[in-house]
């Protein structure tokens, strides 16, 4: 497996843009995820990149993969109280495993 | 509509008392997956299903087992629960290969 890491807590004031990092060894991932977790709650889905993208935006979600530095990023545009979360990055590759990160726990204050 | 379902959502058990954890889904996916998750830290993966081909992963204690009695189901059977084993306890879902994964709500297990 691959070893991913994340910074672990991020703190945000609302409505300003939030942008959580995370780093990745395995350059074979096909896919790289990002999911919410809300207290008590399980993954959600936020968004995902294929490996030969460099830029996915979907609504105020922007995900940027650089393969050179095996970086991947998400960016959450006018930060909610409603984000506030624990957000997961993983890589999957074939062997129908993901390598999650340790979550970078979001806050957004008032 | 609700795709990956764990039930129950809590579960309270005694120390040595068998538990089984129950997942289903409605996506019709070959591979399900058992994840256990301690407080703050990652989903750490137990083992998988693809169709009714099992595969653990090696350093999931022998007190955890999985039965996958069709598509639809996967359960989650603690012979002997310990404190430790005291986590959220995860399923997730997906068509194989590097295809997404879609996770369940989660059931929380606590042991006495």
């Known amino acids: 497996g691959e070893d991913v890491e994340q910074s672990l807590f991020l703190s945000v004031r609302e409505g300003d843009s939030s942008v959580i990092n995370c780093t990745y060894t395995d350059s074979s991932s096909t896919y790289l995820y990002w999911y919410k977790q809300e207290p008590g709650a399980g993954l959600q889905l936020l968004t995902y990149i294929f490996s030969n993208m460099d830029m996915k935006q979907d609504q105020r979600l922007t995900v940027l993969l650089n393969k050179k530095d095996k970086h991947l990023s998400l960016r959450i545009a006018d930060t909610q109280t409603g984000d506030s979360a624990i957000y997961f990055c993983?890589?999957?590759?074939?062997?129908?495993?993901?390598?999650f990160g340790a979550g970078t726990t979001v806050t957004v204050r008032a | 509509d609700a795709m990956v379902i764990q039930n129950p959502r809590y579960q309270v058990t005694q120390f040595g008392k068998p538990v089984t954890l129950s997942c289903s889904q409605t996506?019709?996916?070959?591979?399900m997956y058992w994840y256990q998750q301690k407080s703050s830290q990652a989903p750490k993966l137990l083992f998988h299903y693809y169709d009714k081909d099992f595969n653990n992963e090696a350093d999931t204690p022998d007190n955890f087992q999985s039965r996958r009695p069709n598509t639809s189901f996967c359960f989650l059977d603690i012979r002997s629960p310990g404190l430790g084993d005291a986590a959220m306890y995860l399923c997730a879902t997906s068509r194989g290969g590097a295809e997404t994964q879609y996770f369940g709500p989660g059931t929380r297990l606590l042991v006495l």
């Open positions: 993983a890589g999957g590759g074939n062997d129908y495993k993901l390598s």
């Open positions: 996506l019709n996916h070959n591979v």
